[in-house]
T-cell receptor
Framework: DQQVKQNSPSLSVQEGRISILNCDYTNSMFDYFLWYKKYPAEGPTFLISISSIKDKNEDGRFTVFLNKSAKHLSLHIVPSQPGDSAVYFCAASSRGAQKLVFGQGTRLTINP | DSGVTQTPKHLITATGQRVTLRCSPRSGDLSVYWYQQSLDQGLQFLIQYYNGEERAKGNILERFSAQQFPDLHSELNLSSLELGDSALYFC????????????FGEGSRLTVL
């Protein structure tokens, strides 16, 4: 039962353009959502998060949007840079739970 | 550098064997989490410890066990290994049990032949 889904295994974007990574979830109890970034041979690192009481959170070039009615969130990276090439994981949790539930990841490649 | 240390980085063993993966959390972090990432899969939560006590359990097989010691380091024991246990095993830590930001180690890659 995949409660968090990232349906695009890979995404290729030109440098300077916008990258949009998508994530869908099924568990309506989730109330906190995060994006992690992972480079090869490294562990995932936290990127940005959003609480269910908000629909948008921005941090520099990174913005996360949450659509609770659609159970969908997205990560926008503007402008995309070569250093953004990595695997991006969406994760979700619910209040009181002790674990993050991760999606399968999307490999983002930024082309010069 | 996340401050979380995992050893060994790579491990190759045979089916039926037993291995132990070790994790040292960030200084001051009381919670330790273990995740498994199989090929092309997301990170699957295995188990969480807080200050030496088991706090939450995920899809951890009965052949697997973990513990957190008084010095807060943690070990994940995998026994009767099968080919399907080949995966990246990540340890993460946080200041307290929380549902937010975790700090991950670089992972231990286990290959079962």
């Amino acid at each position: 039962d995949q409660q968090v889904k990232q349906n695009s295994p890979s995404l290729s974007v030109q440098e300077g353009r916008i990258s949009i990574l998508n994530c869908d979830y099924t568990n309506s109890m989730f109330d906190y959502f995060l994006w992690y970034k992972k480079y090869p041979a490294e562990g995932p690192t936290f990127l940005i998060s959003i609480s269910s009481i908000k629909d948008k959170n921005e941090d520099g070039r990174f913005t996360v949007f949450l659509n609770k009615s659609a159970k969908h969130l997205s990560l926008h990276i503007v402008p995309s840079q070569p250093g953004d090439s990595a695997v991006y994981f969406c994760a979700a949790s619910s209040r009181g739970a002790q674990k993050l539930v991760f999606g399968q990841g999307t490999r983002l490649t930024i082309n010069p | 550098d996340s401050g979380v240390t995992q050893t060994p980085k790579h491990l190759i063993t045979a089916t039926g064997q037993r291995v132990t993966l070790r994790c040292s959390p960030r200084s001051g972090d009381l919670s330790v989490y273990w995740y498994q990432q199989s090929l092309d899969q997301g990170l699957q939560f295995l188990i969480q410890y807080y200050n030496g006590e088991e706090r939450a359990k995920g899809n951890i097989l009965e052949r697997f066990s973990a513990q957190q010691f008084p010095d807060l380091h943690s070990e994940l024991n995998l026994s009767s290994l099968e080919l399907g246990d080949s995966a990246l095993y990540f340890c993460a830590s946080s200041v307290e049990p929380n549902t937010g930001e975790l700090f991950f180690g670089e992972g231990s890659r286990l290959t079962v032949l």
